[in-house]
């Protein structure tokens, strides 16, 4: 077998195994067929990326088909906002099609199976037709109105279509078996009466065909060759093909339905339902909320199409339904932005900090990098000052030995600035620091090229020159729910989890004026506090940003316990937490031999780890043998960690880092270069 065999799914293994058995590349036809009844969720994603994506590898067509058939639920906002995201993941359509393009030829098939007495009209009320449909240990008993005659259900059957019945009086069911193991098979309904304008076909029809009755015809209708759902249809297959065998012509392309696990995400809900009675309950905003897994909300919170799409891949496509942790997404937009985002200032908690040997009246331009990890990405200018803002839990009065931000007595560096050291502060009468006042080496600008500015100092601080500063409007989110699996309780409302400490806005931040300008969606890293993207609220007179996400998992350590959940007795060796240094060298061990979606799940848990990691930690990796290059390759992905939490560039550092630039692995090499 080889090695591109190997690697596929089973899905893309069907595929493949159905054109070496002599279907033809040509024929092969697939669609993401949505209900316009809202707004698509990351789980959607998955499907879409799937479907989209087979498109992509075989060169063949892909129509974009909405199921609408219940105009009670669905509204011609729901069919903008899935072309919008469908085409924002970057994927197009070869036909956008509907399910009410075909009402007419459904209900010729519909009179064809009556003429064929497979189809009845029932008058029985729907709690009627639950009870004799029976339960799965005892089997149905058959309607009364089963055996009518055809010309009895044609003239009842048009009645339904003309609108001379009420809703919930008739139904049109097929006749298949009352006693078939497979509830779904005896006698489902094909059609009801819905006397509601569609938002399409408008008046012309009073009764709606059913989701089984449509899907597999419609799959024919448009000669679909794999129709890919989710595992909860897998019971309705056996349905999708008796309807199809009433209307299949040998000479035409056969579909054939097959299931794939839905995406779970942790921390949040998929139902289209439950994320409704959000929006009109109005624990959010909308459905394009920053804080709901809509791919509108994750668009306009900063995620990009191209995380999303990698979140997809490396979750893969599954026959099991499972939860897929968010931090796993959340991983998926950091490595994304870390390669596009521009660095940028902004001070989120603004203290007033004075360099008193500074000039009043001096002003300086200095340079900073768009990107480090772009070198075409080119730099801008950042006004200094003698007065700036400083976030405030960067400095503190009194502080240990481990403490490397700002304190009396102590250097640190202002980031593409000078060294400064803390000398005095000024409190008001609450005894609030108001006022840090501290000098600079002159000497030690950033790139200036003296002996001075190449001193190595353990911290490095952002800032916002005053006089420059422009304020903003930060919005910070967190987990809409404090429940990993907030649906999941049968006795408990889902609403009960919802975290009341999910958006935080703050009003008093301060950015530098490159960002005074910037456009809608555009994202940005704010240096040392995470990644952030101008939210659609924004206007010239007041920025508006939206966390994206931070630049480390910070959840894992604060993570809320619930009190439903009972708490177990484990052995004590199952108890004790991961030792983190040892984690990231057992994932180093297999890391070099790793590619695709195994690789980018070890380096997410590599830098999650890093996350908990100290310098003294890590420096005894330094020395690994250079054969191991797979624990040294952790090493440098640790390391970028703690450089960017501030950790000085010491000479060992320094030394390791030469060192690790000699290696000629290619992931060894791709590493060492974000250092």
């Known amino acids: 077998m080889s090695e591109e065999i190997k690697s596929l799914n089973f899905i893309e293994q069907i595929i493949e195994d159905d054109l070496a058995n002599g279907l033809s590349n040509d024929k092969l036809h697939f669609r993401f067929p949505p209900e316009p009844n809202g707004y698509l969720h990351i789980g959607h994603a998955a499907a879409i990326c799937l479907n989209f994506g087979l498109g992509q590898r075989y060169n063949v067509p892909v129509n974009l088909r909405f199921d609408d058939t219940n105009p009670a639920k669905e509204e011609q906002e729901y069919v903008d906002a899935i072309k919008k995201d469908v085409a924002w993941l970057g994927f197009d359509w070869a036909n956008e099609c509907y399910s009410s393009d075909y009402f007419q030829q459904l209900y010729d098939w519909a009179i064809l199976l009556i003429k064929k007495g497979a189809a009845y009209v029932d008058g029985l009320s729907s709690e009627e037709m639950a009870e004799q449909k029976g339960t799965h240990s005892e089997p149905g008993v058959e309607s009364p109105y089963r055996n009518k005659s055809v010309e009895d259900n044609l003239a009842l059957f048009e009645q339904m279509k003309n609108g001379d019945f009420d809703e919930g009086t008739y139904a049109l069911r097929a006749k298949i078996d009352m006693t078939s193991p497979n509830m779904l098979m005896r006698d489902p309904i094909m059609y009801r009466i819905l006397k509601k304008d569609h938002h399409r076909t408008g008046s012309d029809w009073c009764i709606y065909p059913m989701y089984d009755w449509t899907h597999g015809e419609s799959d024919y209708l448009e000669e679909i060759s794999h129709s890919f759902c989710t595992l909860e249809f897998k019971p309705h297959r056996e349905l999708y093909d008796w309807f199809l065998d009433q209307v299949y012509d040998s000479a035409n392309i056969r579909p054939k339905q097959r299931e ?202 952002h800032w916002v020159s005053i006089k420059h500063a422009v304020k903003a409007e930060i919005r910070v989110y967190d987990r809409l729910f404090l429940d990993e699996a907030p649906d999941s309780h049968k006795d408990s409302d889902f609403m009960q989890y919802i975290n009341p400490k999910s958006l935080e806005v703050i009003k008093t931040a301060f950015v530098e004026p490159f960002l005074a300008t910037a456009t809608v969606g555009t994202e940005f890293q704010f240096q040392r506090l995470g990644y952030f993207n101008i939210d659609t609220d924004s206007t010239a007179n007041n920025l508006v940003f939206n966390k994206t996400v931070g630049l480390k998992d910070s959840w894992a350590k604060q993570k809320p316990k619930t009190e439903d959940k009972p708490v177990q007795n484990k052995p004590q060796q199952q108890q004790a937490q991961k030792n983190p240094i040892s984690e990231i060298k057992k994932l180093g061990k297999k890391y070099a031999n790793l590619s695709g979606p195994k690789l980018d799940a070890a380096k997410a848990k590599i830098l999650k780890y890093a996350e908990e990691v100290s310098y003294e930690d890590l420096e005894p990796l330094f020395e690994t043998p250079a054969k191991k290059v797979g624990i040294r390759i952790a090493t440098v992905i640790t390391l970028g960690i703690l450089l960017n939490k501030g950790q000085e560039r010491t000479d060992v550092i320094n030394t390791f880092i030469e060192s690790a630039k000699e290696d000629s692995h290619e992931m060894m090499v791709e590493e060492v270069k974000s250092l």
């Open 260 to 461: 794939f696990a839905r995406r779970n995400l942790s921390y949040t809900i998929m139902s289209k339902r439950k994320l409704l009675r959000l929006v009109e309950d109005k624990v959010v905003t909308g459905w394009d909320d920053p804080r709901m897994p809509t791919i509108s909300g994750l668009r306009r919170r900063g995620y990009t199409a191209a995380s999303i799409r990698k979140f997809s891949e490396v979750s893969g496509i599954s026959k099991r339904d499972s939860v897929t942790d968010v931090s796993l997404l959340e991983f998926c937009i950091r490595e994304d932005l870390n390669k596009t985002a521009t660095r940028v200032m902004g001070v989120i908690d603004p203290v007033k900090l004075v360099i008193t040997n500074y000039h009043d009246d001096k002003e300086e331009f200095l340079i900073a990098d768009n990107n480090p990890e772009d070198s075409t990405s080119g730099s801008h200018e950042v006004p200094f000052s003698k007065e700036l803002y400083i976030e405030r839990e960067d400095f503190k009065e009194d502080a240990g030995n481990k403490y490397f931000r700002l304190t009396l007595g102590k250097e640190v560096r202002l980031k593409n600035a000078y060294i400064i050291k803390g000398e005095s502060v000024v409190k008001d009468a609450n005894g609030t620091i108001t006022e840090i006042h501290c000098t600079a080496d002159l000497d030690s600008r950033s790139g200036s090229g003296t002996e001075a500015s190449t001193r190595r100092v353990k911290g490095t601080l």
